[in-house]
Each structure stands twice: as structure tokens, then as C-alpha cells.
């Protein structure tokens, strides 16, 4: 089975291609949802024990959580290495599934794949791209999102441009959805052998 990472920094695109990617039949696991998922059951206890107040109704208060670890780097990395093995544990028993039903292909949908060195357990990267100014923008329409935490937020992603080094694909999702949609065609027309194999 073919296991694609789809990443990209914050406000690129990413979900909307990979939900292209879903409609063309490939099953896409989706590492943030995953994590909301998490936040609303197992995990709320675990957060809420490391940072006491981040929850609400038995779920994790994704606005004070935030409030209380963005730009705190220490705290971050302590967040992270509470949720990271949940995640992936989810991704694993995906994978486990998704082998059993025969699948030749599926998408990891992964923001820190490069970060968190995701990328050692994929075949290929494809990278989701946009202009800076189109980022800062989506960025910006996202509810109680402000300008400081939006450059919070890219401080701790790799650059665009390595990333996009590092890619065995790009979309850039500057144009119109039909223009990304025929990159993701593009995409699984070069893997189909591959995943054929």
C-alpha cells in the first residue's frame, strides 16, 4: 500500500485538497481533525491535568489551550508530547485498516509531517502551496485569529520554500478549485503506477 504525506504551513489549502483527494476515493486520515476528535474525549483528561482550566464540558477548550501555549515553547513541546502518540496510534490503526480493505493508496494528512519527522513513514510528500499574501489572508478570516498569532503560529512551522524543496509533489492552491483539482488529478495520474504496484 502507497502512503502519500500531505502537509503545508498554515492557511495553504491543505484541507480543501485533501478533501479532493477523498472525493476521488483515496481515504485520507486527517491528523487535525484527529486531534479535535481526541480533544473531545481521551485526550480532554490528559490536557487538562497538564494545563488545568483548558476544559470545558469534559472537552479541551481549543481557545484557552491556545491562549496558553502559543508562544510558549515549553509548553508547546509539552502539549505536543502528550498528543503526538494519541495521534499516532490513530494513524497507525488507519493504516492497519485501510491495508485490510486492500487499498492501494492512501493520503496522510499531516501539518507537522516535516517537523515531527512524519516523513520517514510516507512514500512520497506532496506539499500544499499558496502566495504569502493569500496565507496571511485565510489566515486572518479565522475566527479570533490575530495578526501576532498568526506569526506565532508560522514561527513554528518550517518555511514554505523547504518545504516545498523537500516535496516529491506541489499544489499551489493560488488559482481557482479547478485548477487545484487538476493538480490533484495530476498527482494521482504520476502515483497510479506506483500504487499499482
Known amino acids: 500500500m502507497l502512503a502519500l504525506g500531505l502537509t503545508g504551513s498554515a492557511a495553504m489549502g491543505k484541507s480543501t485538497v485533501a478533501g479532493m483527494f477523498a472525493e476521488a476515493g483515496v481515504p485520507v486520515f486527517d491528523a487535525d481533525r484527529t486531534v479535535h476528535r481526541l480533544y473531545r474525549g481521551t485526550a480532554a483528561p490528559i490536557v487538562e491535568n497538564a494545563f488545568p482550566g483548558t476544559t470545558k464540558d469534559g472537552a479541551v477548550d481549543r481557545d484557552a489551550l491556545r491562549d496558553r501555549v502559543l508562544g510558549n515553547e515549553a509548553a508547546m513541546v509539552e502539549l505536543e508530547a502528550l498528543i503526538h ?91 481557482a478549485f479547478a485548477a487545484t483539482r487538476h493538480q490533484v488529478a495530476d498527482v494521482l495520474r504520476a502515483v497510479a503506477g506506483m500504487a499499482a504496484g
Do not use: C, N, W, Y
Not at 103 to 111: C, E, G, Q, S
Not at 135 to 146: F, K
Open 85 to 175: 502518540p494519541l495521534v499516532a496510534a490513530e494513524r497507525d490503526a488507519f493504516l492497519e485498516s485501510t491495508r485490510a480493505a486492500g487499498r492501494r493508496l492512501v493520503i496522510l494528512d499531516i501539518p507537522l509531517l516535516f517537523e515531527v519527522g512524519a516523513e520517514r513513514d510516507v512514500h512520497a510528500v506532496i506539499v500544499v502551496t499558496t502566495t504569502p499574501d493569500i496565507q496571511m489572508e485565510r489566515m486572518l478570516g479565522r475566527e479570533g485569529m490575530t495578526p501576532e498569532q498568526a506569526e506565532t503560529m508560522l514561527a513554528r512551522q518550517l518555511p514554505d520554500a523547504e518545504k516545498r524543496g523537500r516535496a516529491h509533489f506541489v499544489i499551489d492552491t493560488s488559482g
